[in-house]
């Protein structure tokens, strides 16, 4: 019923003729890759040289951030019209965009509005400090999180969760299967309270947060785990196509 994902996140990597490198380096191998969706998310640069190496083929691209006017006087900000040229999907929320630019829950439920608006599809996301998940806070976060991000979305229509506890991300200490699947049911009771059962059973809740080869069946397997978003691992070849092919062979 809910189709894998596995995407990219490219993070603030790669020039374009980087990421042109990479594009032709991990191409033909995910074009052989069945059963899942196949996402990258490059910098903003390299948006237009990547959607003419995606063209023909089955991956899609995303961006990493979208500023929440449609256009005026903002010097340096990207808007979502602007995007949804490019790409079909928008990462919304990140936890670097939360610690690094101060991003609320106010100024995501904006960027996750204007996304949808114009057509692109937020994967939102999610996640408790190290600090929070200590002091017992992680449902009240998490559920907070998604509350307040989608506070006025009347529909999802596509829109995919991410939940990256920030404490894995980047540090190589991934949360362990077993928890992730624990936090994404709870998102998933809560998009359930707010849109019905039905809608939170179509619903995609990706797990980010330090995913490798050597650890993705260990999440994929999970039964409320409906695919990744991959940070440092996206930027190897090799263990991007490890982990878009492990995650297909086991046919969920
Ligand atoms: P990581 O990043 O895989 O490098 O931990 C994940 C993310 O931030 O999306």
Not at 122 to 143: D, M, S, Y
Not at 217 to 230: C, N, R, T, W, Y
Request: include cysteine; aromatic fraction near 6%; charge should be negative.
């Amino acid at each position: 019923m809910r189709i894998p994902m596995i995407a990219g996140n490219w993070k603030m990597n790669t020039t374009v003729s980087e990421a042109t490198e990479l594009i032709n380096e991990i191409g033909p191998g995910l074009e052989e890759v069945e059963g899942i969706e196949k996402v990258i998310c490059p910098p903003f640069v390299s948006l237009c040289a990547a959607g003419d190496l995606v063209q023909e083929s089955t991956i899609k691209l995303g961006a990493q951030n979208v500023f929440y006017e449609e256009k005026g006087a903002y010097t340096g900000e990207v808007s979502a019209p602007m995007l949804a040229e490019l790409v079909e999907y928008v990462i919304i929320g990140h936890s670097e965009r939360r610690q690094y630019f101060h991003e609320t829950n106010e100024i995501v439920n904006k960027k996750v509005k204007a996304a949808k608006k114009a057509g692109l599809k937020p994967i939102l996301c999610v996640g408790e400090t190290l600090k929070e998940r200590e002091a017992g806070q992680t449902k009240e976060v998490v559920t907070g999180q998604v509350k307040e991000s989608l506070a006025g979305v009347e529909k999802l229509n596509g829109l995919v969760i991410a939940y990256e506890p920030v404490w894995a991300i980047g540090t190589g200490k991934a949360a362990t299967g077993k928890q992730a699947n624990e936090t994404i049911g709870l998102i998933r009771s809560a998009i359930s309270q707010l849109y019905g059962k039905d809608i939170a059973q179509k619903t995609r809740i990706l797990y980010g947060g330090s995913v490798t080869p050597a650890n993705v069946v260990e999440f994929m397997k999970e039964p409320e785990i409906d695919g990744a978003l991959v940070g440092g691992a996206s930027l190897k070849a090799i263990d991007f196509l490890s982990i878009c092919t492990q995650t297909a062979s086991l046919g969920k």
